[in-house]
């Protein structure tokens, strides 16, 4: 897919891999509509966007919010026209089991990602349809494939995600739209600073693989965008524990676990 003159809604656009993919789109000739909740670190990419050159639009959004996705994507759509391109990357969620979750934490992960993505998707896709085109990009975590100990519903929300994307790409089934689903390995950003005690929790064995940069994850889903691939994962490190994980996939959770957070007592 050719991305110069596209318009590419991006969710979580304020920071980390939504602020970085928001840019590379721009830099490759895109007009990316800019979606989150906080509006100062928007609009400050945006102009960061102008500044080199592209165009950028940003729309303060609650992702969680049915109504309010629906009103702005109205907006969106008078104002900027119908997009070619959806990133959902709108995501929160700490590392913690399921007994240190309370009720209303998991509501709010399960919100973001995967009802951000809902609502994201069901608020274009009409207009996407009329067009017969356009990706649907979906970001999600290695949890979605091989969870660790200690997230319960942090996994699950992810887990929820690749649902998402793989029941969408059936749906879509020639309407000329696709979907892509994008696992990027541990990023480096403010998330494990804004939830202590997460990085912890990450099973030691999975500690050797690389922490990315959101630049680089950035770069990987230009790529797979303008190669119409359906997944990437990175790094490879990663792609490599997926492979052993479909063929032997007791010994991979016994590694995970083994290496992973314990109960205490």
Do not use: C
Request: net charge positive.
């Amino acid at each position: 897919m050719k991305i110069n003159h596209t318009i590419a809604v991006v969710t979580g656009a304020s920071s980390g891999i939504g602020a970085a993919t928001a840019a590379a789109l721009a830099g490759k000739g895109a007009q990316v509509v800019l979606l989150a909740r906080s509006a100062a670190p928007l609009q400050t990419l945006a102009a960061e966007i102008v500044a080199a050159g592209g165009t950028a639009h940003a729309y303060p959004v609650d992702l969680t919010d049915a109504a309010a996705v629906a009103a702005v994507a109205g907006r969106v759509l008078a104002e900027v026209g119908p997009p070619d391109i959806i990133i959902n990357n709108a995501g929160v969620g700490r590392f913690l089991a399921i007994d240190e979750t309370a009720a209303s934490e998991a509501v709010t992960m399960m919100a973001a990602p995967y009802f951000a993505a809902f609502y994201t998707t069901h608020a274009f896709l009409p207009a996407m349809l009329k067009r017969r085109r356009g990706l649907i990009v979906n970001i999600t975590s290695p949890a979605s494939r091989l969870p660790w100990p200690g997230a319960t519903a942090y996994a699950a929300a992810r887990w929820a995600m690749r649902g998402f994307n793989e029941s969408l790409r059936a749906d879509l089934f020639r309407t000329g739209l696709r979907t892509m689903l994008v696992t990027p390995g541990k990023v480096k950003s403010d998330y494990f600073a804004n939830n202590p005690g997460s990085e912890e929790r990450i099973p030691a064995i999975a500690r050797i693989s690389k922490t990315l940069t959101p630049a680089e994850v950035a770069a990987a889903i230009i790529v797979g965008i303008e190669k119409n691939r359906r997944s990437v994962v990175l790094p490879r490190l990663i792609q490599v524990v997926f492979v052993l994980h479909a063929l032997f996939p007791r010994t991979v959770e016994l590694l995970v676990n083994l290496t992973g957070w314990r109960r205490k007592g």
